[in-house]
């Protein structure tokens, strides 16, 4: 299967200048990868699929966009209106943005459920939060370049948090704005940032993916992997597997995409932004609400700050935080129990971030910080000391063997017996 | 793996309840099927060009279209000759010229709408203050969509007992407040349409607001017939793929 | 189509079928990226231009732009289309007779790209050897018909499509 063991002299050649050929052997090919993954384990190559998706499509509106205040607005109708197929790259971008947090959310919650981030897998999983930070910048600062209404005042009311920072806190917020408030020096620096993030992105998702495969990845049992007995290769197994994700995730794309292109928006980004008009209710995109909830459930400005981003920062501790020696929530009753509590939570949080900060939206919100922060101080690592897992088995192999191979017929599971390791 | 999936769809559901809980405290916009509504929703082409007629002889007094040229309105089925009768009745501001003035000369296709004020203060001074806004993508730029412009343009009436209106305001049920600066725009037999429909309040309405999605979103039909298409590729193309997989995978099950 | 016939053929038939879907997916999802990048309607729009000729007297010039690059309109003077008719074609680096440069009927209107065709430079007017216009950025000269005499310019001025809308309007492209 190997490309490079092959008698091309072509590849030969550059084989032995640069080992491409054998690089990609190893890590896409003849890459060894657990054999029971089921698809919550796609939702990475989705995401890096979306990363090159809002990559393209963003330096295609690039050569379109004006980042000028007064030309912003304009600019984006002017794709939309006159720009062959700009409608079509405006709102993949929009809405891949929308997909791109979709599947990293998940990929996310998938990791937490399966004990992914635990040893030896804490500087991956620190890669993977690093990345979550970068997108919450790009994404932002991406929000204020169509110039509208919302970009405007979310900016304002973001930018205007680190003026909580004490002693530097205005300093710091003039010299982010470049002047007194949200203008056109802003635009032109987040537009500058918002095209370079992304490319720091991809060097951090380099290092994710070296972390990931020098480790292996975890499975949903949670247990290692003891030989060639618990895995397949990459290629064609999670090659096709990724593809047929790939299809499905890309049909919900498209209905939105080409069906509901504005729902995932706020009709105020539609109103050019007026530094004199403050909409009614500012709300960030979806995708924020949770930080949002959190931030104004705190009645302190500068304790809000600390704990929206400390509901981020506490990730990087999870893995000492969680005392279980047992990695997956399928033999964890009481963690797996507490997990779907913990879901349940930062979807209120994001319902709560839409609402009017005000009574009883405003009790709910306290309660759901509340909660967010005691899961991982103390709850978590109470259930690590204190909770009975279930017996493991005793390997992966062995579990789907057992399963009767996931599905198939029971005598397939004795043919195969005979067959594997 | 049911329950993470109940758990995604109550997230969704959760999330459309968030954004349609924001609501002011306004009359319930009327509803009504758009021609340009759902997944295979197009435009009423007659109903646009009798819009266009309301919005040239109505709306563009007060309300700019800015983020439009004439040459656009090829999309509401003008032809190209009726494209530049239309531009040519307008008058658009050019120049310099060689003495150094700008002047004023009839439009051309390749024209964008001229605004009916040089400049927002401009329109303030002339509304009380108010400031009548571009149309471009006021259907996209408001909840409810066409039903909000439709309800606005046929809610006005009468305030009711009690309820105090400020000097210069009209009532109207469905504007954010009820109090309105913009007079009611629209009064039976207003306009006489070039096709002869009778131009009640209610038609009007209806056809403006149809011009007015269509000037918001003049890509959507093209934007629906690439959905079908795309959506039936992934359909054929995910299930080629499930096959495939099965295949691969069925000598580990 | 055609699938191997081998042992798997329906499983082979599959995974082509597969491929092919993905590469016609992929080439159909190219499209829209490549052609983004070319002329946008508004830049369309402006693809033409008419100008006014009224005012432009017997041996005078005006310059419109047209495309972002400038346009020569002149009015010839009798002597001019004379001088041009007269050179005989093998002389020409880029033979054309001035017949083929102009409209019939219209022949004292020399209308004319003002852009070298050496390497882009704007060529001046009434100057040059040839009675036409010289390029000073590497000394081409052309002649009243704008075709190339002297220098390192290896084609005439080009003439773009243009019309005569009525006696005073021309519209070119």
Not at chain 1, 21 to 35: E, V
Not at chain 1, 76 to 95: F, K, P, S, T
Not at chain 1, 140 to 149: A, D, E, H, R, S
Request: with cysteine; glycine share 10%; net charge negative.
């Amino acid at each position: 299967m190997a490309l490079f063991q092959g008698s091309n002299p072509v590849v030969k050649w550059i084989e032995y200048r640069l080992p491409i050929f054998s690089f990609i052997d190893a890590h896409l090919i003849d890459y060894p990868a657990p054999k029971n993954l089921n698809y919550w384990y796609n939702f990475g190559s989705i995401a890096g699929v979306l990363l090159v998706v809002q990559i393209v499509t963003g330096v295609v509106l690039a050569m379109h966009y004006t980042p000028h205040a007064d030309f912003a607005f304009a600019s984006v109708e002017h794709i939309m209106r006159d720009v062959n197929y700009g409608w079509l790259m405006r709102y993949m971008h929009a809405n891949g943005a929308s997909l791109f947090f979709v599947a990293v959310y998940i990929h996310i919650f998938r990791g937490l459920y399966y004990g992914s981030y635990k040893s030896p897998r804490e500087v991956l999983w620190w890669f993977g939060i690093i990345i979550l930070l970068l997108m919450m910048a790009t994404s932002f600062m991406g929000y204020v370049l169509p110039w509208g209404q919302m970009s405007f005042w979310g900016a304002t009311v973001i930018t205007n948090l680190f003026s909580a920072i004490p002693w530097v806190g205005e300093s710091i917020v003039t010299w982010l704005w470049g002047g007194f408030a949200v203008d056109n020096p802003t635009l032109n620096r987040f537009y500058s940032l918002h095209y370079l993030l992304p490319f720091v992105i991809v060097g951090v998702v380099f290092l994710h993916l070296w972390a990931l495969h020098h480790r292996k990845s975890n499975n949903p049992l949670g247990i290692d992997i003891k030989g060639p007995q618990d895995t397949v290769p990459f290629h064609p197994y999670y090659t096709i597997k990724d593809t047929l994700g790939l299809g499905a995730f890309a049909l919900l794309f498209s209905v939105i995409l080409f069906f509901a292109p504005n729902a995932l928006g706020e009709v105020d980004n539609y109103i050019k932004a007026d530094p004199l008009v403050t909409p009614a209710h500012i709300v960030p995109e979806w995708y924020f609400l949770p930080y949002y909830a959190i931030l104004r459930s705190i009645p302190h400005k500068l304790i809000g700050v600390i704990a929206m981003f400390g509901s981020i920062f506490v990730l990087f501790i999870l893995p000492w935080l969680d005392t279980s020696r047992v990695r997956s929530a399928t033999f964890r009753p009481v963690y797996k129990m507490v997990y779907w509590i913990f879901v349940i939570d930062c979807l209120v949080l994001g319902y709560i971030g839409a609402q009017v900060p005000e009574g009883i939206f405003l009790i709910v919100g306290r309660i759901a910080t509340a909660i967010y922060f005691l899961f991982f101080i103390p709850v978590l690592p109470l259930i690590g000391w204190f909770e009975r897992p279930r017996p493991l088995p005793t390997s992966i192999a062995e579990a789907v063997l057992a399963k009767g191979g996931g599905g198939g017929a029971p005598e397939a599971a004795a043919a195969q017996s005979e067959g594997r390791g | 793996m049911r329950k993470p999936l109940m758990l995604l769809a109550a997230g969704a559901l959760i999330a459309y309840a968030a954004t349609a809980a924001q609501a002011a405290e306004q009359s319930p916009l009327k509803t009504r099927d758009w021609p340009q509504g759902g997944p295979f929703g197009t435009f009423e082409r007659d109903s646009l060009q009798r819009g266009f007629q309301v919005y040239k002889e109505v709306c563009a007094a007060c309300h700019s279209l800015e983020y439009l040229a004439y040459r656009h309105l090829e999309g509401i089925g003008l032809s190209e000759e009726e494209i530049e009768a239309v531009a040519a009745e307008a008058t658009v501001i050019d120049g310099p010229n060689e003495d150094g003035e700008m002047f004023e000369r009839p439009g051309k296709p390749s024209d964008r709408m001229p605004k009916p004020f040089p400049n927002d203060a401009a329109a303030k001074a002339a509304n009380n203050g108010a400031l009548p806004p571009d149309l471009s993508v006021i259907v996209k730029a408001r909840k409810g969509h066409e039903d909000y412009i439709n309800s606005l343009l046929t809610g006005y009436g009468e305030p009711p007992a009690g309820v105090e209106m400020r000097e210069g305001t009209n009532y109207n049920a469905h504007y954010p407040g009820q109090q309105i600066a913009m007079p009611p725009p629209l009064s039976e037999g207003g306009v006489t349409y070039a096709d002869g429909t009778e131009a009640t309040v209610e038609q009007m309405s209806y056809d403006v607001t149809n011009f007015l999605a269509w000037a918001a979103e003049p890509t959507l039909e093209a934007r629906k017939r690439m959905g079908v298409k795309v959506v039936l590729f992934l359909l054929l193309f995910t299930g080629l793929a499930y096959a495939v997989k099965r295949k691969v995978w069925a000598d580990l099950h | 189509m055609a699938g191997p016939e081998s042992g798997t053929t329906r499983r082979d038939f599959l995974y082509i079928a597969l491929g092919m879907a993905g590469v016609a997916g992929g080439l159909a999802a190219a499209w829209p990226f490549v052609d983004q990048m070319n002329p946008s309607k508004d830049v369309l729009a402006l693809s033409s231009i008419e100008i006014d000729i009224s005012g432009i007297e017997v041996g005078q010039s005006i310059k419109a732009k047209w495309r972002g690059k400038p346009i020569f309109v002149r009015h010839r003077t009798p002597e001019e289309i004379e001088q041009a008719r007269a050179v005989p074609l093998d002389e020409l680096k880029d033979p054309q007779t001035d017949q083929e440069r102009v409209k019939e009927g219209r022949d004292e209107w020399l209308i004319m790209v003002g852009v070298c065709t050496h390497f882009g430079c704007i060529p001046l007017g009434e100057q040059g050897e040839y009675g036409g216009w010289f390029c000073p950025c590497h000394g081409s000269h052309y002649d009243t018909s704008g075709r190339i005499r002297k220098g390192p310019a290896p084609l005439n001025l080009e003439v773009p499509t243009y019309e005569f809308l009525d006696d005073n309007t021309v519209k070119i492209g």
